[in-house]
């Protein structure tokens, strides 16, 4: 096959080798990547997709309609390695037929281990604790100093019951909850075998001792976390996100953190990314910030890779992608 004849790929981004391989020993392809560890420049991406049948981004790549309208008429794949798509425009994708690959599933064990790992450090205050030791704030053993609150006992609400959502809840289940409340949609069958509870929101803001968002990002979850919301907390729970940052208004959690509305939050997500240096929620003591981290396992970024390059590779030859998302 003459080059003429190749597709076109570009990677938007240096990714694990998994999916470089793979990408790399299909014969049709031409495969082009910006090769960094940083994102392309905007312009750089609508200079670079131009003629490409296959596109293979990440979540922090906006892929609108100017970047659709660079590419041209030959783009047929979009496979980014996410599980979260809002990134996409995809109104705009399923109006010109191109198809969409992601990477749900492979990132739940993952992600599931850092929400109990950023619940466990904001509730206990493991950074504050951290810092006194640095600093030289550690004098002596003092009887109610940096105490925190414990998971033994307490009632833990889910918001978002779906596949990462059952696997915080099955995990927290060793550490002596009594209860785990969870909201959505609808109940969800499974979460019978951890005696997990469908209530509605309310009850599990006024219920919970931690508030644990997993919900995915949609017009309904926009700012879900809200003044109302964080009013309906106890001024004793812990509020954690590892969804989306924009499931939270981040000036409501900043006024209730400051206030004493509710004890402390943690964020593996935030509006924008990265937040900036000089963001008031930073100089919280009760604020955990994490740089979204939740998949960031060497194995588990090593699969999202190998199954985004997958997903492309199938839609460019029109085959069942392994994991596509049903526009």
């Known amino acids: 096959m003459s080059a003429r004849q190749m597709l076109k790929v570009f990677v938007t981004r240096s990714i694990p080798q ?89 990132l739940t064990d993952a992600t599931a281990e850092l929400t109990v790992a950023l619940l466990l450090a904001t509730a206990r205050r493991l950074p504050e604790g951290i810092q006194e030791v640095k600093s030289g704030g550690w004098s002596s053993w003092k009887p109610l100093w940096l105490c925190g609150y414990g998971l033994s006992g307490s009632t833990v609400g889910v918001i978002g019951l779906g596949r990462i959502g059952l696997a915080i809840a099955q995990r927290l289940k060793p550490f002596g909850v009594k209860r785990r409340l969870y909201s959505g949609r609808q109940p969800k069958p499974q979460a019978g075998e951890l005696g997990g509870e469908y209530v509605p929101l309310d009850t599990l803001l006024c219920e919970s001792d931690f508030v644990v968002v997993s919900c995915s990002l949609n017009p309904d979850t926009q700012e879900l976390c809200n003044k109302a919301f964080f009013s309906k907390m106890k001024n004793t729970a812990v509020f954690i996100n590892t969804s989306r940052g924009a499931v939270v208004n981040q000036e409501d959690l900043l006024d209730a953190l400051t206030s004493g509305q509710i004890a402390a939050a943690g964020l593996d997500v935030t509006t924008p990314e990265p937040l900036p240096t000089d963001h008031p929620l930073l100089r919280l003591n009760n604020c955990v910030v994490l740089p979204h981290i939740g998949s960031a396992t060497f194995s588990t970024r090593g699969v999202m890779a190998e199954l985004s390059a997958q997903n492309l590779l199938s839609g460019l030859t029109e085959d069942a992608m392994p994991s596509e998302l049903k526009l």
């Open 18 to 106: 998994e999916g470089m391989k793979l990408l790399q020993k299909a014969a049709m392809c031409d495969v082009s990547v910006w090769d960094s560890d940083e994102p392309l420049p905007r312009a750089e991406l609508l200079k670079k997709v131009e003629g490409a049948h296959g596109l293979l981004c990440l979540l922090s790549d906006r892929i609108d309609a100017e970047v659709l309208d660079a590419a041209g008429p030959n783009l047929k794949v979009i496979s980014t390695m996410s599980v979260g798509f809002d990134h996409l425009a995809i109104d705009e994708i399923k109006k010109r037929g191109i198809r969409v690959g992601y990477t749900p599933d492979v």
